[in-house]
């Protein structure tokens, strides 16, 4: 059964820092593109970030290039997001997800195939 447990959401202040960990119990970790993905109330879900299991290749959205890095570390099962300058705007729930093995890198969130429960962020002006 595949899970993806995620944590370090929280309440922060505009310009402020919070890491996201996602652990993931998937037998062959490497092979999967995780992705961090995220909505707000009242929006469609939307893609953050993600990193995937070809050499590493990292993708993340405009809004948020320059300001947050997703990694990975293979040996933990666990991918990160580490979060910095965090404005208003960012506020939602993140959710981790995953592709199928060896899948083709994607930004779209429907093409994610396994879904954690999601970690509120909230950031206050």
């Known amino acids: 059964q595949v899970q993806l447990v995620e944590s370090g959401g929280g309440l922060v202040q505009a310009g402020g820092s919070l890491r996201l960990s996602c652990a993931a119990s998937?037998?062959?970790?490497?092979?999967?593109?995780i992705a961090w993905i995220r909505q707000a109330p009242g929006k469609e879900r939307e893609f953050v970030a993600a990193?995937?299991?070809?050499?590493?290749?990292?993708y993340e959205s405009n809004f948020v290039k320059g300001r947050f890095t997703i990694s990975r570390d293979n040996a933990k099962n666990t991918v990160y997001l580490q979060m910095n300058t965090l404005k208003p705007e960012d506020t939602a729930v993140y959710y981790c997800?995953?592709?199928?093995?060896?899948?083709?890198?994607?930004?779209?969130?429907?093409?994610?195939?396994?879904w954690g429960q999601g970690t509120q962020v909230t950031v206050s002006s």
């Open positions: 997800a995953a592709t199928r093995p060896y899948d083709v890198d994607t930004v779209r969130p429907s093409d994610y195939h396994y």
């Open positions: 998937l037998r062959t970790f490497s092979t999967y593109t």
């Open positions: 990193v995937s299991w070809n050499a590493g290749r990292t």
